[in-house]
């Protein structure tokens, strides 16, 4: 196999679908998986074709055994749960804590899985403080989760292994048992993300809510109606901290390597950036959008260092490859991850890019762009886009059509606004009274994001709503496209085929 991590990946993938569609029983999917298993191994002498096929075969089996594993019996659970007097458990993520409400999701400790819970407190005093790892008693229901407005938010929250929902509206109702029982490297990163939150609300005055969601992927902190603002003007994505927040911040730090006057080699400064890529997924929890972005980047670095040793081929060090390890890391791990909305938009847009970049910066059209940076920016947003279209209309019912106008003028203001961010938190906590300066200056940048978005949500025609019909005729059109772009790539690749041994004589 030319890609085996693309067609293992494949086959997982195929696996978790099945696992969902048509489910199976559990020791029926084991057996199936270790006798096709067994029988990869019995054939890899005898017949190498057929043990492949069977090895896929086997990796389709573990994909729908790990996904049906991974389900929780959420309504049983929910019945048992209606006997408890009370909810005890430990606080198992990051709490988003805005004015009017604290959200976290709560590990209990009589069942598996998780509870997502909403601690209201607007206008009662002050509340309870909670972060990651408190050990909390809870007097107050679960609640089965609903459909909102046509989405099923049950089963958004059962991807995540949550299967129940627990609202509390009084103090008095949340009780701290202990503190510190959770990861102590999460609570590290927790403690400094919340000393970099005051930080931010200390020296940012207008714009705090923005920083932290563009810095460390919180919208729970957003201003009123601006999550809705940057939707609308079809630059949501910006708000979800994804790979593209983590390839801004590590350009700046490469640059800065690069451009020392003894510029260190590729494995130096790969061996530099890792740590940084840990720290980073530390400050915003481990998010999947992330850990994406982190095992690509590990699998690239590590091949371009190999490459750089002499020890690998250069064009061994696929994309491809990369990404595919990526989501069998991920979906191993959490393998309802992907019917996730981020987890899709995510892979999609990487795919894209990799998949129609190289295209685009062939074609005709974009070689009269100048400069060549604004031809890039294009090329990469238009591939990305090209990648999400159906992921977007599937799950928000819409086709952005300014969408590479806008991210023309937001991603330079995001990219300056991270930069910026970046040296604000470093530079200012050095002292010497540059934090009152850096922090106006991230201001204003973050003022100026607003304020463009305000105007490309306002114009005209930005998206059109795909719902029934249109959804169907959008969906083929793209549908088309693609088969189009695949085959003409398959025949360029066949008439480009130097002729083989037998065609010369």
């Known amino acids: 196999m030319r890609r085996p991590l693309l067609i293992s990946a494949l086959a997982f993938i195929a696996g978790i679908i099945l ?3 048509w489910p199976s029983e559990i020791p029926l999917l084991f057996g199936l998986a270790a006798g096709l298993l067994i029988l990869a191994l019995a054939l890899h ?14 990796v389709v089996a573990a994909g729908s055994l790990l996904y049906r594993g991974s389900r929780l019996p959420a309504e049983a659970l929910y019945l048992q749960s209606q006997e408890w007097d009370y909810i005890q458990g430990v606080v198992a993520d990051y709490p988003a804590q805005g004015p009017e409400r604290t959200s976290f999701v709560l590990r209990p400790r009589d069942g598996p899985g998780y509870l997502q819970v909403f601690y209201f407190h607007k206008g009662v005093g002050e509340p309870l403080p909670i972060s990651y790892g408190d050990e909390l008693r809870i007097y107050a229901r679960v609640e089965w989760p609903r459909k909102i407005d046509g989405f099923d938010y049950r089963e958004y929250l059962l991807q995540r292994g949550i299967w129940g929902t627990v609202g509390v509206w009084s103090r008095r109702d949340i009780k701290l048992v202990a503190r510190g029982r959770g990861s102590p490297i999460l609570r590290f990163g927790y403690s400094i993300r919340e000393g970099l939150f005051h930080f931010i609300d200390r020296y940012i005055p207008r714009h705090p809510g923005l920083m932290k969601a563009l810095l460390f992927g919180e919208r729970g902190y957003l201003e009123e109606g601006l999550e809705e603002q940057f939707r609308d003007a079809g630059v949501a994505h910006v708000l979800a901290i994804s790979g593209l927040h983590l390839g801004i911040v590590l350009g700046l730090f490469w ?39 982190a095992v690509m980047f590990a699998f690239l670095a590590l091949g371009a260092v190999l490459a750089e040793q002499g020890l690998i081929l250069r064009r061994w060090v696929d994309p491809y490859q990369s990404l595919s390890a990526a989501a069998l890391a991920i979906l191993g791990w959490q393998p309802q991850a992907l019917f996730d909305v981020s987890f899709q938009l995510s892979f999609s847009a990487t795919l894209g890019i990799i998949f129609f970049l190289p295209k685009l910066e062939k074609a005709k059209p974009f070689k009269f762009i100048r400069p060549p940076w604004l031809r890039g920016m294009i090329a990469i947003s238009l591939a990305a886009q090209i990648g999400v279209i159906p992921f977007v209309a599937w799950h928000f019912h819409r086709l952005y059509l300014l969408v590479i106008l806008a991210n023309l003028a937001v991603i330079p203001l995001v990219t300056l606004a991270l930069w910026g961010g970046v040296g604000f938190i470093l530079l200012g906590q050095v002292g010497l009274g540059l934090a009152g300066y850096l922090g106006l200056a991230e201001d204003w940048l973050l003022e100026a994001l607003d304020r463009v ?8 025609f930005s998206y059109l709503e795909l719902r029934g019909a249109a959804f169907g005729l959008c969906l083929g059109l793209y549908l ?22 037998e065609q010369r004589r």
Request: glycine share 8%; aromatic share 10%.
């Open 480 to 501: 088309g496209f693609l088969a189009a772009i695949v085959a003409l790539a398959y025949l360029r690749s066949r008439l480009g085929r130097p002729p083989s041994l």
């Open 453 to 460: 978005t305000a105007f490309l949500a306002g114009l005209k």
């Open 255 to 293: 640059l800065i390597l690069r451009g020392t006057p003894r510029r260190p080699s590729a494995t130096v400064s790969y061996a530099l950036l890792i740590p940084i890529v840990t720290f980073y997924l530390l400050l915003v929890g481990f998010r999947v959008s992330l850990l994406r972005a």
């Open 19 to 21: 696992g969902r569609y």
């Open 45 to 58: 002498r005898l017949l190498p074709g057929a043990s492949q096929a069977a090895l896929l075969a086997a």
